[in-house]
């Protein structure tokens, strides 16, 4: 059953989130799920002590993301105010066990012990051009990523940070839900989800040729990935 949370951004929502935790060591089932990554993304921060079972379900599902990533589907949340992230799941081996079944059928296609004649190399070229014609759909994936991004000092401005990160844009990529953490001596970092198409966007790449080079750097000092989960595959044309 989806739960609903009003304003956590007040004492009287964290004490209800305090109070239905009280009992529970997830926001919904039994293990990590989509849902703690959405109300853990609508927290401006690490909750105070004060909150007991809020700070040590926060502290719980950070490190869940630092280390190992969170994959569960959950049942459903809702924030008052913040809008839900998008679903962080592994894919299904049934999946897994097509995408093999197909790359075996690719396979069967190819002689490995001689050569093409010069018929057979025609056949190819005729299949790869129906195939072409009719419009096969190509398998592809997207993926969710937590990334860090660290500012120089105190004294740069978080938001023309984020406003930087946010200008880069290409096809494929989308940004999502963001907050600053505290990190010490009065320095925050900025927490940024974003989505993907696997086979469009290498994250590598985004951070290396635009995140951290000119003119963004005069922000950003260092951008590093801290859970990068799979999400699903669908077909496109």
Request: with cysteine; aromatic share 8%.
């Given at each position: 059953m989806a739960v609903?949370?009003?304003?956590?951004?007040?004492?009287?929502?964290?004490k209800?989130?305090?109070?239905?935790?009280?009992?529970?060591?997830?926001i919904?089932?039994?293990q990590?799920?989509?849902?703690d990554?959405?109300?853990y993304?609508a927290?401006?921060?690490a909750?105070?002590?004060?909150?007991v079972?809020v700070?040590?379900?926060?502290n719980?599902?950070?490190a869940?993301?630092?280390i190992?990533?969170?994959s569960?589907?959950?049942s459903?949340?809702?924030v008052?105010?913040?809008?839900?992230?998008?679903?962080?799941a592994t894919?299904p081996?049934?999946d897994?066990k097509?995408?093999a079944?197909?790359?075996?059928?690719?396979d069967?296609?190819?002689?490995?012990f001689?050569?093409?004649?010069?018929e057979?190399?025609?056949?190819?070229?005729?299949r790869a051009?129906?195939?072409?014609?009719?419009?096969?759909?190509?398998?592809?994936?997207?993926?969710?990523v937590?990334?860090d991004?660290k500012?120089?000092?105190?004294?740069?401005?978080?938001?023309?940070l984020e406003?930087?990160?946010r200008a880069?844009?290409?096809e494929g990529?989308?940004?999502?839900?963001?907050?600053?953490?505290p990190v010490?001596?009065g320095?925050?970092?900025?927490?940024i989800?974003m989505?993907i198409v696997?086979?469009l966007?290498?994250?590598d790449?985004?951070?290396?040729?635009?995140l951290t080079?000119?003119p963004?750097?005069e922000?950003?000092?260092?951008?590093?990935?801290?859970?990068?989960n799979?999400?699903?595959k669908y077909?496109r044309?």
């Open positions: 609903t949370f009003n304003d956590l951004g007040s004492a009287a929502g964290l209800k989130l305090d109070e239905y935790l009280l009992s529970r060591s997830y919904s089932g039994y990590a799920s989509k849902d990554i959405t109300v993304a927290l401006s921060g909750p105070s002590a004060s909150y079972n700070s040590r379900w926060y719980h599902i950070d869940l993301l630092r190992s990533g969170v569960g589907e959950g459903g949340v809702t008052e105010g913040f809008a839900p992230v998008e679903a962080v894919p081996a049934a897994s097509a995408a079944a197909d790359d075996d059928d690719d069967d296609d190819v002689d490995l001689g050569e093409e004649t010069e057979e190399k025609k056949a190819a070229e005729e051009a129906a195939m072409k014609a009719s419009g096969k759909k190509k398998e592809s994936g997207k993926s969710s937590l990334l991004i500012p120089w000092d105190d004294e740069t401005d978080m938001k023309k406003e930087a990160v880069v844009q290409m990529l989308l940004w999502g839900a963001s907050k600053l953490v010490g001596y320095i925050k970092k900025l927490q989800m989505t696997d086979d966007v290498s994250v790449t985004l951070i290396e040729e635009q080079v000119e963004i750097n922000y950003v000092q260092s951008c590093d990935i801290v859970a990068f799979k999400i699903c077909s044309f």
